[in-house]
Every structure is written in structure tokens, then in C-alpha cells.
């Protein structure tokens, strides 16, 4: 099969054959029809992750899947041929840009029938991220309120939906350009981080969600009401700014979950949450897609097609 692929850390993601992978008992193989790229991609790509979670090269990239059941493992009940679906493959599984991708039962659910597979192949890493540091980690509240940093981001934009969703509050820091985006997801205040502080600007905050880390991060405990928490994708030693502040502070990995995927596809189908893209790059175009998502300006998620 052909996938997108790195032959080492740092190098470019070029298009190679290689054998198609083998399915597993509790597993199915897809037809991949669409996938998307997140920074996480990157971070792998680039070699910062290798301590943590080293990989073996040639190293099919891609952690984002929508496409059509071709093959069910012996022990798979949920999931027949023919079914669309999609998810966001375990650590194992990883290597979407590809034909074909195998996904534990488990990790997968049924696509949206509302969302084409592009749209579909925007969700699952981002809002899991979303949806587990909101509802899961956060346990935000209705009434609650909540600032979403980098809000026109692909997991910004689904967490603005899906904290309205619950009932929070929403500040979001973003670029003026991205201003009536932020506000038409749903955000109730919104922050332009170049000519603002949000520091400043917001108070007794219940929950800050952030994907930034540094100086941000660290500002964002000032915004905080005592036991407020600040859920960040970043690692940094904030021990002494959370007891200063009398607030919690916790390092959060997404997780692949079928379940939760499944909940989050009742609310696409509902229209509460809507996927947001802001490119769709063809196969061969995979490094084109990566340097654009590298400049650190797109507004959603960047799609591959593969079908």
C-alpha cells in the first residue's frame, strides 16, 4: 500500500510502498478515505517525543482516520464489512496518512452520518482532547466559566462548541482576524493576544484549557478563583504558581476512545458541534499540508484526502 511516511527524525514526509499491516483479533482494517494532521504530528515528527515514546522508522504518520471496514478480526462483534467509520488510532495502531489503517474495536465508532469522511477525519483527535480535558478532567459545569487559549486552533475551535455545549462561559484568546470565527462557535469573550493581556482583562475563572504552555500558561493562573484548575497540553514546573494561587494544575494526554467518540458523533449528528477545516490537501500533497500546519496559523483542522 502507499503511506506518507519519515524515514528518520526531522525529514520530509514522503509517499512509499510498504506492506499493508496485519489485522489483529480485537481489530479491523479500513480503507482509509480521509485523515487529518494535528501539531502533535509534529512534535513526533520532529523527535521530541522519542524519549517517551520511541518508533521505528519507516514511520507511517497520521493519528486521525475516517474510511470504510474492509476486514473484521475474529473477536470484533460491534463493526462489520462495509461499515463508514472513524477514530483516533492508539499509539500502535498510529499511521493514518496511509490506504489502509488497522484500529482496535475499541478505539473506533461509527462516523457521522452528517460529516463527509474529510470532515469526519477532522474530529478525533482534537475533540477527544476537547471533550476529556472539559467533561472529563475539567468536570465543567453549566455556569461555569472556562478560557480556551489559541481558540481558532483545531482543538480550540471544538472546545469552544463543546464547553457551550455544557453551559460554561467562554473566553477565548485568539488574533483579531479570527475575532467573528471564535464568536459564531460560540465564545462569549474574546481576547486579541497581541494587543491584549488577558491577565488583565479576566477573573475568577473556574478552568483554563491551554495549549500554548510558557509565559501564557503562567499567566493563566492569575485568572483563576482559588481551586479553580488549568489543564495545559504542555509539561512545565508550576508546582510553586499552584500553591501560590491555591489552584490545581495537571498535564493532559488525550486518550483513544470509542465510547467517547461515539458521544461526541451523536453531537455532530445534532449539529451541536460542527467540524471546523481550514484546508483539504490531496495524498501527494502531505508535506505541502505539514509545513502549512507548521507556520502555526491555521483556523481548524487541515484534512488529507486519500480517497
Known amino acids: 500500500m502507499k503511506a506518507a511516511v519519515i524515514k528518520d527524525y526531522g525529514k520530509q514526509v514522503e509517499i512509499s510502498e510498504i506492506p499493508i499491516p496485519e489485522l489483529s483479533a480485537d481489530s479491523v482494517m479500513i480503507e482509509v478515505h480521509a485523515a487529518s494532521i494535528n501539531p502533535f504530528d509534529i512534535i513526533v515528527k520532529a523527535g521530541y517525543m522519542k524519549e517517551m515514546m520511541p518508533i521505528s522508522f519507516p514511520y507511517i504518520m497520521g493519528y486521525d482516520v475516517s474510511g470504510v471496514v474492509t476486514e473484521v478480526g475474529r473477536n470484533v462483534s460491534k463493526f462489520k464489512i462495509g461499515d463508514a467509520v472513524y477514530a483516533r488510532?492508539?499509539?500502535m495502531d498510529a499511521g493514518s496518512i496511509a490506504e489502509y489503517n488497522i484500529v482496535k474495536e475499541d478505539d473506533l465508532a461509527f462516523?457521522?452520518?452528517k460529516l463527509s469522511h474529510e470532515e469526519a477525519a477532522s474530529i478525533p483527535l482534537a475533540g477527544l482532547a476537547a471533550f476529556q480535558a472539559l467533561a472529563v478532567?475539567?468536570?465543567?459545569?453549566?455556569?461555569q466559566k472556562v478560557l480556551i487559549h489559541a481558540g481558532s486552533g483545531g482543538v480550540g475551535s471544538l472546545a469552544i462548541q463543546i464547553a457551550k455545549h455544557l453551559g460554561a462561559e467562554v473566553a477565548v484568546t485568539t488574533s483579531r482576524s479570527n475575532f467573528e470565527m471564535v464568536k459564531n462557535l460560540g465564545a462569549d469573550v474574546v481576547i486579541d493576544y497581541k494587543t491584549q493581556k488577558f491577565e488583565e482583562e479576566l477573573s475568577d475563572y473556574d478552568l483554563v484549557l491551554d495549549t500554548m504552555g510558557g509565559e501564557i500558561m503562567n499567566n493563566s493562573f492569575k485568572i483563576l478563583k482559588k481551586g479553580g484548575s488549568i489543564l495545559s497540553f504542555k509539561s512545565q514546573?508550576?508546582?510553586e504558581l499552584a500553591k501560590k494561587y491555591e489552584v490545581n494544575f495537571e498535564m493532559f494526554f488525550m486518550w483513544p476512545s470509542g465510547e467517547m467518540l461515539s458521544h461526541l458523533t451523536q453531537l455532530l449528528n445534532e449539529g451541536v458541534v460542527k467540524p471546523?477545516?481550514?484546508?483539504?490537501?490531496?495524498?501527494?500533497?502531505v508535506?505541502?499540508?505539514y509545513d502549512y500546519l507548521q507556520r502555526g496559523h491555521a483556523k481548524g483542522k487541515v484534512v488529507i484526502r486519500i480517497k
Open 287 to 289: 508535506q505541502e499540508a
Open 89 to 91: 488510532p492508539n499509539q
Open 237 to 239: 514546573d508550576t508546582d
Open 137 to 143: 478532567k475539567g468536570n465543567l459545569q453549566k455556569g
Open 276 to 285: 471546523i477545516i481550514d484546508r483539504s490537501y490531496s495524498f501527494e500533497q
Open 111 to 113: 462516523k457521522p452520518f
